[in-house]
């Protein structure tokens, strides 16, 4: 007698048969909540000179999500980019500076507490990252705002000029990596946000192209590292070389 096939049951073994079936390069919301628990655990491990990513939670937004689905979001706020009085030259070689090592200049010159930032001889713009689940396209999206230390917005020109020296060529070279203006899922608010149309394609060929990534099969808590340390170029944030290290040695 014919074996007959549980659809249902098929579905909820979903993500055990992504090492079997060819992987789309999506994260479901849970895998998402697990692969952003990684990552904030890794980064707070690797990099404990920056401020921590918290896990915000939040209200299910539909009543007619599942129960059992996660929702809420990666935050990494007031992060400070400190530009000083120099010559256009110096602040343009200096745009290619990591946040780790803008923030160490001027720990060096003057102590402070990050969380009351007084330094009269510099400009500070304050940014806020959020790494969002899309369950449209079913991949993490970098959401991000600046705003003076009176709280005034700063508009995408001048966000602009904060942003490392490589990341305009980055965004006009890649149809993936462009920039828009949207309403916060969560906040309803407008926030900058690096459209994900074409994360899933390439975080497929990221993974499909590095057997040291994909030696035993597709390890979905390293999704996010994996991803950031492409995303977070073009906002000027690096993840530390040991928080890829630890993605290749998990495989290996």
């Not at 909820?12 to 048969?17: E, F, H, I, S």
């Not at 899309?134 to 003076?148: D, G, I, Q, T, W």
Request: hydrophobic residues 35%; proline residues 6%; contains cysteine.
């Amino acid at each position: 007698m014919p074996r007959v096939c549980n659809r249902r049951g098929m579905d909820l073994k979903d993500d055990a048969v992504k090492g079997i079936v060819p992987w789309d390069g999506t994260l479901s919301s849970f895998d998402f909540s697990l692969s952003a628990h990684t990552f904030s655990d890794k980064w707070k491990r690797f990099n404990p000179s920056f401020p921590a990513w918290q896990w915000i939670t939040c209200p299910k937004q539909h009543h007619l999500v599942a129960s059992h689905k996660v929702e809420g979001y990666l935050s990494l706020e007031n992060m400070c980019h400190i530009k000083s009085s120099q010559s256009l030259q110096e602040q343009e070689s200096d745009r290619s500076l990591t946040w780790k090592e803008e923030s160490n200049i001027s720990q060096r010159e003057e102590p402070f507490d990050k969380a009351t930032l007084v330094c009269p001889e510099h400009e500070v713009n304050h940014y806020d990252f959020h790494i969002v689940y899309s369950a449209s396209y079913r991949v993490p999206v970098l959401y991000f705002r600046s705003y003076r230390s009176d709280g005034q917005l700063l508009p995408f020109n001048e966000i602009e000029k904060d942003l490392p020296g490589h990341s305009a060529k980055l965004r006009s070279e890649s149809k993936w990596t462009f920039i828009t203006h949207e309403e916060h899922p969560y906040l309803n608010r407008p926030w900058y946000k690096l459209h994900p149309c074409g994360t899933s394609d390439w975080m497929k060929l990221l993974f499909h192209s590095d057997s040291s990534l994909n030696k035993n099969g597709f390890v979905i808590e390293q999704y996010l590292i994996s991803w950031f340390s492409v995303i977070g170029q073009v906002v000027g944030l690096k993840i530390p070389l040991e928080m890829l290290d630890t993605v290749v040695s998990n495989d290996s």
